[in-house]
C-alpha cells in the first residue's frame, strides 16, 4: 500500500506506486504512452523530469475507473493520490480529477 502523502518523498513513492501499476497494465500502458507522448523505453529517464511524477497521478486521477483499481489493488485511500498530486512539483489546490 503507498503511504499516504505527508511529505514530497511520500508523495514520490505514491506516484512511483502507480507508474508500476501502470506499466505493469496492458491496457494502461499504451494509452499512458500516447497520452503522454513517452515512448516506453524512455520511461526511467522521463521520470527524472520535473513534472513526471505529478503527470502519472494526473493520468490516474482523470480515469475514475483507474484510480478506483489502483487503490483496490493497493489498498490506497484514492484521496491519498490527490493529495499526494498536491505535493508534486506543478501541483496545487487548483487540481480537479474528472471523470
Do not use: C, K, Y
Not at 9 to 15: F, G, L, P, V
Not at 25 to 54: K, M, Y
Not at 77 to 87: F, N
Amino acid at each position: 500500500m503507498p503511504p499516504a502523502a505527508h511529505s514530497s518523498e511520500e508523495a514520490e513513492a505514491t506516484a512511483i506506486s502507480a507508474l508500476g501499476f501502470i506499466a505493469g497494465d496492458a491496457e494502461l500502458l499504451p494509452r499512458f504512452l500516447a497520452i503522454t507522448g513517452i515512448e516506453a523505453a524512455s520511461i526511467r529517464e522521463a521520470a527524472r523530469e520535473p513534472g513526471f511524477l505529478a503527470g502519472v497521478l494526473d493520468f490516474l486521477l482523470a480515469h475514475e475507473p483507474s484510480l478506483m483499481r489502483f487503490a483496490a489493488e493497493t489498498g490506497a485511500d484514492p484521496a491519498s493520490l490527490t493529495q499526494a498530486r498536491r505535493m508534486l512539483a506543478n501541483g496545487d489546490d487548483r487540481f480537479e480529477a474528472s471523470t
